[in-house]
């Protein structure tokens, strides 16, 4: 009991130092706000401190491979016309720190009371997912082919909530089953060995297809959601339809979908659902 205590203070201290320094590095880079470096220390701390290598790591790995994509791509014209009229661009909040990661610090805290499979696959579907979107988002604004509306297939203009391209496509999968990949060898680690969702099921090629499938399908819900429930707005002075419900500094005309359902919502509801898939497809392992 005493040694379990010792572990447990630990990795506590090892995840606020070690989370305090990523949070405050994005911070300066401009990558996180400040409420979002502050989510980010509570976040990684909480995986270091409830789970093994792969919690984090997995993490780790979506935060850098995100902000390194945004970072190489952020002075290009086209993803800069894209995302004029977003919610949120540039640097993370903590609602967007959140709907990234909460799900899955809350699957990192079932599997720490609850050991089992079903909770590490889910949580790889989460992340998948996540990257999927952010991966389809970065890349996905610099297609040459015009995008098309997910739910009626037609041209519609970039930055378009719902829109897809092959581009972006090919850019979700690649970032879905980078995840798949960093979570197998994660899970190929000595240190991972003991933990009781070390060794799952099917073994590396398993955790990549669980990880792909349930990522790009996550992404085609966030698509699928943002084309229809979520709130768009008509700016009253330029006129175009955006994400924001504040636009050119006037309150804007919500036009379609719920007023509740933004866009950090809809990154929560469906890393849901690609944690439910990632949990499905695991079962069959």
């Known amino acids: ?27 300066r ?7 979002g470096a502050w989510s980010a220390m509570i976040m990684g701390t909480g995986f270091v401190t409830l789970g093994e290598p792969v919690w984090f ?14 970072k190489w791509k952020k002075r290009h014209r086209a993803k800069a016309a894209a995302e004029a009229n977003y919610e949120k661009t540039g640097r993370r909040d903590a609602g967007q720190v959140w709907a990234n990661g ?3 610090l809350l699957m990192c805290a079932g599997n720490a009371l609850w050991p089992d499979t079903a909770w590490l696959f889910a949580y790889i579907g989460v992340m998948a997912a996540v990257n999927a979107d952010t ?30 391209t092959p581009l972006g496509t090919l850019a979700a999968l690649a970032g879905a089953a980078f995840i798949g990949g960093v979570s197998a060898a994660l899970l190929a680690l000595p240190q991972q060995a003991d933990a009781a969702a070390g060794s799952a099921p099917g073994g590396a090629a398993a ?8 990522g790009l399908a996550g992404c085609f819900a966030d698509s699928a959601l ?20 504040v636009h ?16 950090d919502r809809v990154n929560l509801l469906s890393s849901v659902f690609a944690g439910l898939l990632g949990w499905a497809i695991g079962a069959l392992f």
Do not use: H
């Open 135 to 164: 991966w389809a988002t970065e890349i996905g604004a610099l297609s040459r082919t015009a995008p098309r509306s997910i739910t009626t297939g037609k041209r519609v203009k970039p930055g378009t909530s719902g829109a897809v």
């Open 248 to 263: 050119c500094g006037t309150a804007a005309e919500r036009v379609r979908g719920l007023a509740a359902l933004n866009n």
């Open 207 to 214: 955790v990549i297809i669980a990880a792909a499938a349930a």
């Open 102 to 104: 909460g799900i899955g």
């Open 226 to 245: 943002g084309a229809t429930g979520q709130a768009m707005y008509r700016c009253r002075v330029c006129g175009s339809e955006t994400e924001r419900a």
């Open 29 to 35: 880079a401009r990558s996180l706000s400040g409420s």
């Open 57 to 70: 790591g997995c993490l780790i790995a979506f935060f850098v491979s995100s902000t390194l994509w945004s």
């Open 1 to 27: 009991m005493v040694g379990w205590v010792d572990e447990w203070w630990l990795r506590l201290l090892a995840g606020l130092v070690g989370s305090g320094l990523i949070a405050a590095a994005a911070y």
